[in-house]
């Protein structure tokens, strides 16, 4: 999308109060991006959010099998994602912003970090992970990441299929805003 195509959508130079950006900065090319931002964003007090999910606990057994599922989806990740930009909690995500947050939180380098709750159940979980673009990918060059072998692991490890349990996940949130 052309700098103009953006401006005619989204609005004028100086004219955005927040862009967020949830789960997804990541794949995007960083330069173009933080210059359409800078252009975009009101001057002064315009901000910018972003922010990713690590990986959460659910129990011992479904935590083991999701770490091998996990890594067996690495070569199906797009190649412009950089999974330890993810990995590492966007602590080496590139954000050319002034901070927003008290103690230099939400900086580059420094991600404000908060713990996330949600509530799974086995069906939604591996819903979650059959959206994921690494599945997908993968599917699409006939490979089955999720085989019935994996959905079968992760049932027996699961325990009674109505279970519903609480996942706790770290998120990293990055928030700044233009200088002066």
Known sequence: MTDEDLFSIVGEEGSVDLVTVATAVHWFDLNTFY????????KPGGVIAVWTYGHGSISPAVDAVCAEFLEST?????????????????????????????????????????????????????????????VVTAREKGVELLNETLLRR???????????????????????????
Do not use: H
């Open 35 to 42: 210059s359409q931002v800078k252009r975009l964003l009101r």
């Open 74 to 134: 690495i070569p199906y990740l797009q190649p412009k994602m950089d999974i330890d930009i993810v990995k590492d909690g966007y602590r080496k995500l590139p954000f050319p912003f002034e901070p927003v947050l008290e103690n230099g939180q939400g900086i580059e380098g420094n991600p404000y970090v908060m713990e996330m709750e949600i509530e799974l159940s086995l069906e939604k979980f591996l819903l979650w992970y059959k959206s994921s673009n690494a």
């Open 154 to 180: 992760f049932r027996e490890a699961w325990g009674d299929e109505n279970k519903i349990y609480t996942c706790k996940m770290p998120l990293y949130v990055l928030v700044g805003t233009l200088p002066l």
